[in-house]
Structures are given as structure tokens and as C-alpha cells.
């Protein structure tokens, strides 16, 4: 038998959400991720472009010659351009593979970031449980309880702190 009034009741449990995805696009830090993958990769994709046209020239050069010279020689070059177009799939490949190292490598310290933000958050306003929208299967979360703009807003402010203070070192 509960007593009257309900005394065993517990608080209302503050719940809140969070929306990742939309702090890597909106936050400082985020679109600072961003600019800086797509400068590597921009680098990158011209390293390619010149070393594949190259590969075009010697390719056509080859074609172009091809009937005037020897045939161990023209078998050679063949080779050789083989080789050539085998080292540029897997410089392709490397370079792939770098650009999503440097991307999990930038979206896990973010993350990091994040989510020892939340913890603070979470902590000193009394949270129950915070939750992240999409990796949490929250199929539906009323605005109210959505964290993301706080996050997002008090994250900028220490991202500006901590690259302010980064600049001056």
C-alpha cells in the first residue's frame, strides 16, 4: 500500500537527445573538419589528375611509336607503363584509404569532444539519460528535450578558446 501522496514517486526523469550528425555539420569545429579533408583530398585529386595525365602522354607516346620501334624494346615500354599504371592504383588506393583515416581520425576527436561536453551538461543540469537521436533509434523526441542547438552552441564556444589559444602558441 503506497502511502497517500505518493511518496515513493520519483522525479521526473530528464531525458534529453542528441543530434551528432547535425553537430559535425553546424559546429565550428565540424565545418573546420570539413575544410580541412576537403583541402587534403583536393590535393590529392590533383597529385592524381597530373600523375594520370602523364600516364596519357607516355600511354600515347608509346601508341605514336609503337611501329618504328623494336620489339623487345616496345615490349618494354609496354611493361614499364604497366608498372606505372599499377603504382597509380595504388597510389589512388593509399590515398583513399588516408583520406577516411583522417576523417575518423578528426570525427572521433570531435566526438570525444562532444560527449565529454554532454557528461558536464548532463551532470550538472540533472540529466537521467541523454541520448544520441540516430544511433539511439529515438524514432521520435519532442523539440523540448533536443540538446543539439546547447551543445552545439556551448562546443563553439570552447572550440573558439581552445583555437584561440592554439593560434597564439
Known sequence: ILPAGGAYC???????????QKILQESSAGKAAKI????????????LN???AEIEKSRKQLEQEALVMKKEIREQKERDLRII???FKSLRQRYDSD?????????SRIQKEVFDLIENVGKK??????????????????NTIDLT????EKYNTDYSKSSAGSSKK
Open 36 to 47: 580541412e579533408i576537403t583541402k587534403v583530398g583536393k590535393k590529392m585529386e590533383a597529385d
Open 10 to 20: 520519483a522525479d521526473v526523469a530528464k531525458i534529453g537527445v542528441i543530434d551528432f
Open 85 to 87: 599504371i599499377g603504382d
Open 99 to 107: 583520406i577516411k583515416e583522417l576523417e575518423q581520425r578528426l570525427v
Open 125 to 142: 543540469e540533472g540529466y537521467l539519460l541523454v541520448v544520441e537521436k540516430r544511433e539511439g533509434g529515438v524514432l521520435y523526441a519532442p
Open 50 to 52: 597530373e600523375k594520370g
Open 149 to 152: 542547438d546547447k551543445i552545439i
